[in-house]
């Protein structure tokens, strides 16, 4: 069994920035892929950002792409989610998972997730 952390959330303003982070108590060939999403109450969760073991393939969602950069420590079997220039509309509680793909709706399906962490961005 593989545990996900999450870290790093909080209260900024817009054009703010926050990190978070994500520790994984182990790699596992299925987890191999790490992943943030998000999600607002009453909508669905949202792929934000996926990055493979080797840390060189990445995908992100058309609305994070030049501001938000995901990176990962595989010596540390952590993932982080640099977020820059933030925007009201990326309030959302933040998720990590993990799974053996980096594509959102296998990634969305695994069984790999964190307690989520809050990221709030006032205008």
């Known amino acids: 069994q593989v545990q996900l952390m999450e870290s790093g959330g909080g209260s900024v303003q817009a054009g703010g920035s926050l990190r978070l982070s994500c520790a994984a108590s182990?790699?596992?060939?299925?987890?191999?892929?790490m992943g943030w999403f998000r999600q607002v109450p009453g909508k669905e969760r949202e792929g934000v950002a996926s990055i493979y073991a080797s840390g060189v393939s990445t995908i992100y969602v058309d609305s994070v792409k030049g501001r938000f950069t995901i990176s990962r420590d595989n010596a540390k079997n952590t993932m982080y989610l640099q977020m820059n220039s933030l925007k009201p509309e990326d309030t959302a509680t933040y998720y990590c998972a993990a799974a053996w793909s980096c594509q959102f709706g296998i990634l969305s399906r695994s069984t790999y997730w964190g307690q989520g962490t809050q990221v709030t961005v006032s205008s």
């Open positions: 182990r790699s596992t060939y299925d987890t191999s892929c």
